[in-house]
């Protein structure tokens, strides 16, 4: 392991009596890094959380901080602090009170204790605050305190349990941006687990997704999105039309496909070595399909078809088109494009759609 690496896990495991809830999970976590644990409830990324903070011990693997195994070492003689959803900050203390907490359970100086509370506080804007109770505080400003209760210990890595849940949306958002900034501010690891994929998308230097205990890809927010290895992570990390086709043709990793509603496709085998008659799932984002009013600007794409808008799901910028076209691929979720050419778009319109051989990804399709 290199000496820049915070953290460490070696074929990491957890059963409880028949159940294999982590399976053999394997990664490292560099210094400085804002690194996601991202999956459905039950994944497993909750279980994996607790034992790097040493609330539950692994039946098989090791764990490693600082290049120093951690098996055996009680919570409390571990270099980390954990964040949990609900914060657990105490309402009958002072926000001071509640960020030297740990200070003082650890038998710190008590001139001490005041000056790195009040410099912790600074820290994560909220200096001169330290003698108000906890609960004049809006939302966001709890979150920020209970990050300052841990910081003010300077963990070797961060540990955050889905801490934005309990917000609500605005707020959420928000404060996605804030725990950005508080990480780079303090050039701490941390590791972050949630269910939220636009949590990880936006916060992470690196995702692992997680599925059934294991892993199933570990990179950038761009690979994720871009570069799925699996159907799991094509079909969970971001939007998709999802379809299963029939392969027809290979030419390398090119792929002729007909789908189950006739259409003819052209993709890209996604890794899985797809063979001529194998059955594959197949991704399409929204975005990368494009509309015309006409079939001129589409022709020239090799997976075009003519549907009608049955929907528009207006979100601002977000905004999508369901088109449906029983004969070729049922309904398409397509991303409404930024003009004004789509702006007046309504139920019933005809319109045309086509998208690139590289746009459609293709996996093996397990039965």
């Known amino acids: 392991m290199s000496d820049t690496c915070d953290l460490e ?17 394997s990664f490292s976590v560099p210094k400085g890094t804002f690194f996601s644990i991202l999956g459905p409830s039950g994944c497993g990324k909750t279980t994996l959380l607790r034992m790097i903070a040493g609330f539950q011990n692994p039946t098989g693997g090791d764990l490693l901080i600082k290049g120093k195994s951690m098996l055996n070492v009680p919570p409390n003689k571990r270099p980390v602090s954990m964040v949990f959803q609900h914060l657990a900050l105490f309402p009958m203390m002072s926000i001071g009170a509640n960020v030297g907490f740990g200070l003082r359970q650890r038998g710190d100086n008590k001139s001490d204790i005041k000056i790195q ?79 939220d994929q636009s949590e990880a998308l936006v916060m992470s230097d690196q995702i692992a997704v997680m ?6 890809q570990i990179g950038t927010a761009k690979d994720l999105y871009y570069q799925p290895d ?19 043709h290979v030419a390398g990793s090119a792929l002729q496909l ?18 001529q008659g194998d059955t594959a799932r197949v991704f399409v984002r929204p975005e990368a399909i494009r509309l015309s009013r006409s079939d001129g600007d589409t022709a020239n794409l090799a997976n075009t078809g003519v549907g009608h ?8 910028a977000n905004s999508q088109v369901m ?20 702006r007046d778009l309504t139920k019933g319109d005809q319109i045309h759609f086509g998208w690139e051989p590289d746009q459609t990804r293709c996996y093996k399709q397990v039965a």
């Open 9 to 25: 896990c070696r074929a990491l495991s957890k059963s409880y009596d028949d159940f294999l809830a982590v399976k053999d999970v």
């Open 117 to 195: 509370v009040d410099q912790v506080l600074e820290r994560v804007g909220l200096g001169g605050v330290a003698d108000r109770p906890v609960d004049s505080l809006s939302g966001g400003q709890k979150q920020r305190v209970a990050i300052a209760r841990c910081m003010v210990l300077e963990p070797d890595v961060l540990l955050l349990d889905e801490p934005l849940g309990a917000l609500d949306l605005k707020l959420r958002e928000h404060m996605k941006v804030e725990l950005k900034k508080l990480q780079s501010e303090f050039d701490t690891t941390f590791v972050y687990i949630t269910h």
């Open 211 to 216: 599925n059934q205990g294991r892993f199933e």
């Open 230 to 248: 699996t159907s799991f992570v094509a079909g969970f990390v971001g939007e998709a039309n999802t379809y299963s086709a029939k392969v027809t």
């Open 258 to 275: 007909v789908t189950e509603e006739g259409l003819q496709l052209r993709g890209v085998d996604a890794g899985d070595g797809l063979a």
């Open 309 to 316: 808008v049955d929907s528009v799901l207006f979100n601002g």
């Open 323 to 342: 088109l449906r076209n029983h004969a070729a691929v049922g309904e398409l979720s397509v991303a409404l494009p930024q003009t004004a050419e789509f």
